[in-house]
C-alpha cells in the first residue's frame, strides 16, 4: 500500500497528479480550511501533510498523528509550527523559502503607492456615481525620492529594496544582522539604528520575522515616535503590530496611513492572539488599505509553491533529506516507509 498523504488546503491539479504517483492522497478539494478534529481524524494513520498558512501544528497534534515523517509547509514563515516539536517527535518540517519573495515584494511596493496615492479612495469614488471629471481632491503623498525605512533586511527586505531603486527613494534599514558593505552599496541601502529609523522615514515598512523580540515591535511608544504623517506598511506577520495602537495613532492623526496583508489574528501560535482584526482598525477605511494575505497570490507562483512542498514530501518517501529542512529530527523517528 502507497503511504498516505494529506494535503489542508486546495492546490492546483498538476500538484495532486504528482503526489498521487508515489502516495495515497487525501486533499481538501474546498477553498474552506478543514477544522482541526477533521485534520486529525484524516492524518492520524498519514506519513506525510502539506500544511499552509492557516494551519497549526504542536505536540498535541503530533501525539495524534503518531505515523508523521514530515510536515511540508507551503510556506516561508514556520511560526504556526512548533519547530522543537517535530525534531522530538522524528518528524521533518520543511518551508519553502524563496518562492513568496519576490510577489510578497512587488506586494509591499504596491501597498506604499496605493496608500499613499489614495487609490483606494479613488476608486470607491469613481463607482459612487459621483465622479463629475476632474476636481481639486484626494491630495496623497509621493513614493517619490521618499525615506522609506525597513525594518528587516532579509530576503524580503532586500527584494522590497531592490524593487524602490527606481523611485530615487533614500532607503534605511535595521537588521540584527547586518548586510556586507557591498550589498549595501549594491541595493543603496543605508543601515541605522531602529530609533533613526523611526524618526526620519516617510514610510516603514515591516519585513521581519514573528518572534519574541518582535511581537508588538510596532506598539504605542514606537508609534509614538514615529515622524509625524509617516505611512506604516505590514507585510511579514501580524503580530509585529499592535493593532489597537495603530488604530488609536490613525484616530489621532500621527499615523498618516496604514497597509497590511498580515494580521494579529493568523498567529494561531500564540495564545493571547486576538480573533478578529481589531474593529476600529477597520474602521479607519479612508487611512487604511488592507489586503487578504495576497503576498503570494500569484496563480503561477502559487503552483510552484505547493509543488516545492510536494516535492519536499516526496524526497522524504524516497529516503532522501528533504528540500527547506528547518530541523534535523530525533534519530528515533519514522521512516519512510
Known sequence: MLPKVVVTNRVHDEVLEFLGRRSTLDANPDREPWGREELLMRAHDAKGLITFMNDRVDDDFLSRCPDLGIIACALKGADNFDVDACTRRGVWLTIVPDLLTAPAAELAVGLMVALARRIGEGDRLVKGGSFGGWRPVLFGASLDKATVGLIGAGRLGTAIARRLRGFGCTVLYHDEAPLAPEQERSLALIRAPFEEILKRSDFVVLAAPLTGATHHLIDARTLGRLKPGAYLVNICRGSVVDEDAVADALAD???AGYAADVFEMEDWALPGRPRTIAPR?????????????LGSAVTRVRADIEMAAAGSVIQYLDGERPDGALNEPAAEGHHPG
Open 281 to 293: 482598525l477597520l474602521a479607519e477605511g479612508a487611512r487604511t488599505l488592507l489586503t487578504p494575505h
Open 253 to 255: 492623526g500621527h499615523l
